[in-house]
């Protein structure tokens, strides 16, 4: 089978490593990529939001199975894009329909999905500059602190948790009249502030039938004990101690089941993953927020837990028969770390040469943001490695990719000391 892998993240890096496992693979390309994705496969210089130039690649290499990485492609619709050209029908494509991907395009299409379906989510309203007026008598209905979040993609910089009144009416101004986050922002969502602990869970489903992947909770924040700004993940660990068998069971009977039911009876076309930001309060589950894809950098966790072929799931997806297939995790537990360029996620210079990447033989290094010059590794971004190892429990694993961070250095580079310090 010859595979296509979209992105160039460190969710692409841990997958390209995991297919290339996979004893069904012919060939694997990675479009974009970056310099860790290429011992895994090919890497092709693709701008991915051009599906004309996605369809002239998948011709001419004798694609079987095209799998979408990140969230972008799938809100523009590239599965539509898929299913609608008597070419590419036949394709195998993994990820939801442009439709199905509104659960993560659009915070007022799954709130008022998650609404419909009786599934448990904070009280929320939705907002427009022409209902602003009512938006701000919303805020003034609300309890401290008031959430804010832009309705379409914002790359994980659309959410304000604010403690005044007064600050959030003049941040829901600002957004929606003066175009703080853009398009975006153009309708805003206000959430009632739920306060928990957060973990997320994932799946993955052709439609009907849909398998359960370990959970993971990941760190947001760039200083340590949770302070300063949201980036776009500082490390992640799998398995959550606080996730025992009656709070999953909770999320599968009152989250997991009315999500995939709602979408199959609303007529929505969805093959791939999803993943459920969650909230655990006072023992229930609460849903903050939907991807439609993996997460980063819970993937880097996730799938290094997989034991069986990922390519298997894969194929078992796109024929509707992902029921019949067999997933198998390992009972180690795995923790990654992000090693990020000095000033993310504000102002940071990239071109840095990484160092120490050979020395690191117990852990998994899966690269975030860089490009190769020459033999060199350079960085190439904010986030630019993602260091992963396993453990007997959750502990041993972070101290394990610790000691392996200790060994790469480049240029200003930053990193967290308390991941997953909280659960231990």
Same mark, same amino acid.
Not at 25 to 41: E, K, M, S, V, Y
Not at 145 to 164: H, R
Not at 260 to 273: A, M, P, R, T, W
Not at 365 to 385: E, M, Q, W, Y
């Given at each position: ?21 996979? &004893?069904?693979?012919?060939?694997? *390309?990675? %479009? ?49 894009? *898929? ?26 299409? %799954? ?48 959410? /304000?948790?604010?403690?005044? /009144? ?37 799946? /993955? ?10 959970? %993971? ?116 537990? %795995? ?68 000691? &392996? ?20």
């Amino acid at each position: 089978m010859n595979v296509l892998l979209l992105g160039s993240g460190g969710r692409e890096s841990a997958l390209a490593w995991k297919l290339a496992q996979s &004893s069904m693979q012919d060939q694997l *390309f990675i %479009a974009p990529g970056n310099a860790g994705t290429r011992p895994w496969g090919k890497n092709v210089p693709m701008n991915i939001l051009d599906f004309e130039a996605v369809k002239t690649f998948v011709l001419a290499n004798k694609i079987d199975l095209v799998f979408v990485g990140p969230e972008e492609p799938l809100v523009l619709g590239i599965v539509d894009y *898929f299913q609608s050209d008597d070419e590419l029908r036949s394709i195998g494509i993994i990820g939801p329909s442009k439709a199905g991907a509104q659960l993560e395009g659009s915070k007022s299409f %799954a709130k008022e999905f998650m609404h419909r379906h009786r599934i448990p989510t904070a009280k929320f309203g939705s907002f427009s500059l022409e209902t602003l007026r009512e938006g701000i008598a919303f805020l003034r209905e609300m309890k401290a602190p008031y959430v804010l979040k832009a309705d379409g993609l914002a790359a994980g910089k659309g959410v /304000l948790i604010l403690e005044q /009144l007064e600050e959030a009416e003049l941040e829901l101004t600002n957004i929606l009249l003066d175009e703080k986050f853009g398009a975006a922002g153009k309708r805003v969502v206000i959430e009632q502030f739920l306060s928990g602990t957060e973990l997320s869970m994932f799946i /993955l489903t052709d439609g009907s039938s849909f398998k359960v992947l370990p959970e %993971a909770k990941d760190y947001k924040r760039i200083g340590e004990r949770d302070q300063g700004p949201n980036t776009g993940g500082m490390g992640a660990v799998s398995p959550v101690p606080f996730a025992d068998a009656g709070f999953k069971d909770k999320v599968l009977n009152q989250i997991i089941i009315p999500t995939v039911k709602g979408l199959s009876q609303e007529g929505i076309d969805y093959k791939g993953f999803i993943f459920f930001g969650l909230i655990n309060v006072k023992g229930d589950p609460y849903v903050i927020e939907y991807n439609c894809r993996l997460g980063d950098p819970e993937t880097e966790v996730v799938v290094p837990r997989i034991k069986s072929d990922l390519l298997d799931l894969l194929e078992g997806v796109v024929t509707n028969t992902l029921s019949e297939r067999d997933i198998q995790f390992t009972e180690l537990s %795995a923790a990654t770390v992000m090693m990020v360029s000095g000033g993310y996620p504000n102002h940071f210079e990239k071109d840095k040469i990484i160092y120490g990447l050979n020395a690191v033989t117990d852990s998994l290094v899966f690269h975030a943001a860089t490009k190769s010059d020459g033999p060199k590794i350079l960085t190439n971004g904010g986030r630019v490695l993602s260091v992963t190892s396993y453990g007997k429990n959750i502990e041993l694993a972070i101290a394990k990719s610790y000691e &392996s961070i200790s060994k790469i250095s480049f240029d200003q580079a930053y990193y967290r000391t308390d991941i997953g310090k909280d659960l231990t």
